[in-house]
């Protein structure tokens, strides 16, 4: 057994290079070359842009058109669609429309590239799933790229369309997300205006039924003109028993009409006096209130006015922060398979196992250097 080892050690060491370099390489190009099944790419391009309030300067062609249009680049927007279509949420999604797990096991799919699980965790299906399909953002035209991989070109293509229509819907959901929390503030706003602006008409209803005046304001201007005139015809009442009394004895019986109507004026007056200057329900009580009502309504009316115009500064402000998916290139339909490249991965293996066996070999001669 030993000598066995040491010959096996012998050989291993004379025929290090064919061992560790040409036999891998020999064993990746006959599966590349022999059983590796043909993989067929989609490639769809898209945008994510939003509204633009201004002019500005833009990234290439695509960017300036796009701004030329009333749009303006959302990075963080892409960025965040980027990472939802390599996302749990997006393959479970894309598993209610399509029958994922079928497309990644076809019949022509080989051993090794293909799904090995008939019924995949969520995790082992997500980990497949980013090796058949990415997203990449490129800041500087700020274009989006999807590829799909599969072993049948209708499949990829089918699969891309659907992830396309995914991000459609999650900027749907994005936009109308902003928009329920700016305008949610205003709406409340506007609503509690309504909500006092009708409890305080409806206090000036039962104020004008319990009182029985439409507007007291208007009844006492009309008190103080009718005890105007009362106080005018009092004076003329008094003028008039004045010039009887300098002709006439004092128990005149002429002048007993003239007393008894200068009585009933002053009686008349001093009644319309107190009745609007009563502190409890006089007519100034009545103008009191209603005036603190009316004042009560136009701070109302001014707030809901005021609510409703930042109500529809945050309609304008949701406008302008709606943000929008653009495609680019629509998924297309492969005519040959891309994958898997046979002779490019071939030569890669083979060039980085040599780099590798180099620098092994000098660092074991350079310890066996410096152990001699």
Same mark, same amino acid.
């Given at each position: 057994m030993p000598g066995l080892l040491a010959r096996a050690r012998r050989v291993l060491q004379r025929n290090a290079f064919k061992v560790t370099v040409l036999?891998?390489?020999?064993?990746?190009?006959?599966?590349l070359f022999g059983f590796a099944a043909s993989q067929y790419e989609a490639e769809a391009r898209f945008l994510v842009r939003g509204r633009s309030s201004g002019g500005g300067g833009g990234a290439g062609a695509l960017a300036e058109m796009a701004q030329g249009a009333g749009f303006k680049p959302a990075s963080e927007d892409a960025m965040g669609v980027r990472d939802y279509l390599q996302s749990h949420d997006a393959v479970a999604a894309l598993r209610q429309r399509l029958p994922v797990v079928e497309i990644f096991r076809r019949p022509e799919a080989d051993a090794l590239a293909r799904l090995w699980?008939?019924?995949?965790?969520?995790?082992?299906?997500?980990?497949?799933?980013?090796?058949?399909?990415?997203?990449e953002y490129d800041t500087t035209s700020g274009i989006t790229t999807l590829r799909?991989?599969?072993?049948?070109?209708?499949?990829?293509?089918?699969?891309?369309q659907h992830l396309l229509a995914l991000s459609e819907e999650l900027v749907n959901r994005l936009n109308l997300r902003m928009q329920e929390d700016g305008l949610r503030v205003a709406r409340e706003d506007v609503g509690r205006a309504e909500a006092r602006l009708k409890a305080i008409q409806l206090e000036i209803g039962r104020f004008r039924e319990r009182e029985r005046a439409v507007d007291p304001t208007r009844s006492a201007g009309l008190a103080l003109e009718n005890i105007g005139r009362?106080?005018?015809?009092?004076?003329?009442?008094r003028a008039d028993l004045a010039e009887a009394q300098r002709f006439s004895r004092p128990d005149n019986p002429a002048l007993l009409?003239?007393?008894?109507?200068?009585?009933?004026?002053?009686?008349?007056?001093?009644?319309e006096r107190h009745r609007l200057g009563n502190t409890q329900d006089g007519v100034s009580q009545q103008v009191g209130e209603f005036e603190r009502l009316s004042v009560e309504r136009e701070l109302a009316l001014s707030q809901l006015a005021s609510?409703?115009?930042?109500?529809?500064?945050?309609?304008?402000?949701?406008?302008?922060?709606?943000?929008?998916?653009?495609?680019?290139?629509?998924?297309?339909?492969?005519?040959?398979?891309?994958?898997?490249?046979?002779?490019? %991965? %071939?030569?890669?293996?083979?060039?980085?196992?040599?780099?590798?066996?180099?620098l092994a070999w000098l660092l074991i001669a350079g310890m066996r250097e410096h152990a001699s």
């Open positions: 036999l891998p390489t020999l064993l990746a190009a006959l599966y699980w008939s019924d995949p965790t969520a995790e082992r299906l997500l980990d497949y799933f980013r090796r058949m399909a990415n997203a799909v991989r599969s072993f049948r070109s209708e499949d990829s293509r089918l699969v891309a009362l106080e005018g015809a009092l004076a003329q009442a009409p003239l007393r008894n109507k200068v009585a009933a004026l002053t009686a008349q007056v001093t009644e609510a409703n115009a930042s109500l529809e500064r945050a309609r304008a402000d949701a406008q302008r922060q709606q943000i929008f998916l653009l495609r680019v290139v629509e998924p297309n339909l492969a005519e040959y398979a891309r994958y898997p490249k046979a002779t490019l %991965t %071939t030569l890669y293996i083979f060039i980085c196992l040599a780099v590798l066996y180099g």
